[in-house]
Every structure is written in C-alpha cells, then in structure tokens.
C-alpha cells in the first residue's frame, strides 16, 4: 500500500508538473514557438511506433510467461531488431526535413530523441510488465517532469534559455538520464553471451503478431499527430501555439490514466487471464473501471477549472480567447481514454483484432468528418472531427468488450 501511494504521488507530481510546463511555455515563449514545440512532440511520439513496430504487445506477454534465464537472450533479440527499425525509419524522417515541415536546424535533436524516447518507453513497458512500477514511474518522471522543471527555472532566471533549441537539449538530457536510472534490474540478468544465441524465429513470430497492432496504434495516434498538422494548415501557427497548449493539458490527463490507474491493473489482468483464474481477472477489471472513472471526472475538472483560472493570466491573449476550443479539447480526451478501459480488456484476453477493427473505423470515421466539416469551418473542423472519431472507437471497444465478456462467463 506504502509503495502505491508513493507511485501515485509520483504520477500525480508528474501531470502537475506537465500541466506547469505548458503554461510556463505558453508565458515564455511566442505561440509559433509552442507551436513547434506541439508539432516536434506529436511528431517524436508517433515516430516511436514505427521503431518500436509495437514488438512490446508480443514480447512482454511473452516474456512474462518465461523463466527470467531467458530474458537475457530474448531482450538481446529484441535489442538487434530495434536497431535494424532504427536504420529503415531514421533516415526515412528526413523526408519531414526536405518537405519543410520541420526545420533543419533541429533534425540532429530530433533523431535523438527518437532514440531516446523509444528505449525509455520500452524499459519502462518492460518493468510494468515485471511488475516494477514504483521503478517505472521514476522513469516516467524524469523523462517528463524534472528536465521541464530545470528548463522553466532556466527560463525564469535567464531569457537567453527561451528558445526551442536549448528546451530540446534538455529534453534530450532528460530522456537519458531515465535511461540509466531503469536498467537496474536488467544489469541484475545474466547477459554472457546473450547476443551470441540471437533468437530470429522468435522475432519474426513477434513481428507477425505486432503488425496489425502497429496498424490499430497508428491509427489511434494519427488522430492526436495529424491533427496539429491539419490544425495548422486550416489556421495559423501562432493559433496551432493555443492548441498546443490545450492539448498538452489534455494529454497530461491520459499520462496520468495510462501511469496512475491502468498499470496498477492492466498487469494483473494479464496473468489472471493466462493462469485462468477469471475470478481474479473479473476483480481487477471492476476495480479499473471504478478507479478510471473515479478519476477521469476528477482529472476532466480540474483541467477544466485550472484553464478558466489560469489562461486568462497569461500576458498572450490567444490562450484566454479560445477557451471553448480548450474545453472541446479535454471532452474529446475523455472520450478517447474512456475507450482505454474497454481496450485494456481486449488486449489482456488477446482480441487484438477487435482493437485493431475498432481503432481503424475510429481513424475513418475521423478523416471524412474532418473532410465534410473543413468546408463549414475552420476552427472547429480538427476538433469535432476527433471527438466524432474518438467516440466511434470507445463505442466499437465497448461492444465488443460486451460480448467478449459474455464468451468468458463474467456476465450473466
């Protein structure tokens, strides 16, 4: 219980201190900036998935069902297929580059935090999945949380750091130093000669099962990447900087879901459904639909009441004169995290297709709103259009969980 509160304080520290660092961007820096910023995160995030190719969604279920003597050479396996992602998709992202979606002056940063920011989420997936999450949100936190703190100090005391070069050098720093910090109990494996003995079926049965799971999480984060892409192209880049901002408050409420109250149940359900103990497997899924939503009001709220105090503040008037765009924001977040809870019961009992189905039609459903409404108008066109795609997925997931339910007995 001590450890629980302990890693739920530091996840709870974590969004405080990401909701801080948006505002603190939105004070320091001219919109355009945030906007880049907001195009450069988005851009990272979703690259990530085409490094990591999803390999997690086999590799950990796999690895949890095998003795830790093993670990060493399947995680080296792991490891090689990684780097071979890294020389496909890397070189790939200069096309952003040439296209001037990005500038160039940037692109050295921006492939390391790729880097970076894939391998910490691995380590961090993989601890979650041994169940290490106090270890795991140490990871999340500094990866998140404390290089933002030292940049908006060094911001505050010294104008020279408001710039977006030296936010990612920090943002770099960050990313490693969680790096170190989470390879404690892999140092603890036996790693003599575990890249001797690489395990190449194993991969390519990884990869069979990732890719259509690589389809259905490209088709969710597509939503929350091309959106900033096609915020700008119907708007301006200084009103992309207010939409940023929202939707890095936005974004801070499902870190908060996905680190503070899925994780804690997620892994249990996993290995309930494996040793079919579905009693145990029931339990823990009623306690991540009462904790989710217990939270999920309490997050929608908040980020609600804290936007209409704190926007208002800010000496750039673009952030207080768009509120009703801030709180369609967080009502099309919720919506998508509700979705979570049904699609963590999915994939602990492997109905990666319905996920899969349900993500797709989601992402669909979300592009030919966006092509109607873009004729009527520009400012609502991205958002409606994402609320609209959210609520499709959340509802195909809910279905499909209810009948899924019913095959497994938990209802009657």
């Known amino acids: 219980m001590k450890t629980r509160l302990i890693n739920l304080g530091l996840r709870a520290l974590t969004l405080a201190v990401k909701f801080a660092f948006v505002l603190a961007l939105a004070a320091f820096l001219p919109p355009e ?16 998935y085409f490094v990591g190719f999803e390999f997690y969604t086999f590799s950990t279920r796999d690895l949890v069902a095998r003795p830790r003597p093993e670990w060493s050479r399947l995680l080296s396996s ?10 496909l998709v890397l070189p790939a992202s200069s096309a952003l580059f040439w296209g001037g979606v990005l500038p160039w002056s940037i692109m050295g940063a921006f492939v390391i935090l790729i880097v970076l920011e894939h391998l910490s989420t691995e380590l961090m997936r993989l601890l979650v999945a041994i ?4 270890l795991a949100t140490l990871i999340i936190f500094m990866k998140q949380a404390l290089w933002a703190i030292c940049f908006t100090f060094s911001m505050w005391l010294n104008p020279d750091f408001r710039n977006i070069f030296d936010l990612l050098l920090f943002w770099i720093a960050g990313a490693f130093i969680s790096i170190l ?6 140092l603890m494996l036996d790693w003599k ?27 969710v984060r597509s939503l929350f990447t091309f959106d900033r892409y096609a915020f700008e192209a119907l708007n301006s880049l200084a009103l992309l900087g207010a939409y940023s901002v929202y939707m890095g408050v936005a974004s801070a409420m499902l870190s908060f879901m996905e680190s503070g109250v899925f994780v804690f149940y997620y892994p249990r ?9 579905m009693p145990e497997f029931e339990m823990a899924y009623r306690k991540l639909v ?19 105090i704190v926007f208002p503040i800010l000496e750039e008037p673009v952030y207080a004169e768009n509120l009703p765009l801030f709180g369609a924001v967080v009502i099309t977040m ?14 602990t009992t492997a109905r990666d297709r319905s996920i899969i189905t349900a993500n797709i039609a989601g992402l669909a459903t979300a592009a030919l709103a966006l092509l109607i409404l873009a004729r009527y108008t520009d400012y609502w066109a991205v958002t409606v259009s994402m609320l609209v795609g959210s609520s499709i997925a959340a509802l195909l997931k809910y279905w499909k969980w209810h009948i899924t339910r019913k095959e497994l007995l938990l209802l009657q």
Request: hydrophobic share 55%.
């Open 269 to 277: 359900m996993m290995k309930s459904y494996k040793e079919n103990n």
């Open 193 to 219: 000669g575990a890249f001797a003995r690489l395990d190449w079926r194993w991969i390519r049965g990884g990869v069979v099962i990732a890719i259509p799971l690589l389809v259905s999480s490209i088709a």
């Open 33 to 48: 900036q945030v906007g880049l910023y907001g195009l450069i995160t988005v851009t990272v995030s979703y690259s990530i």
């Open 131 to 134: 169940e290490r999450p106090l």
């Open 78 to 87: 792991q490891l090689v297929f990684f780097c071979l992602m890294y020389a």
């Open 290 to 308: 009462k904790q989710s939503a217990l939270w999920l009001v309490l997050l929608v709220v908040g980020a609600v009441a804290a936007g209409i």
């Open 181 to 186: 910090i989470g390879m404690g109990p892999l």
């Open 334 to 347: 919720a919506v998508f995290i509700g979705g979570y809870v049904f699609q963590y019961g999915l994939y």
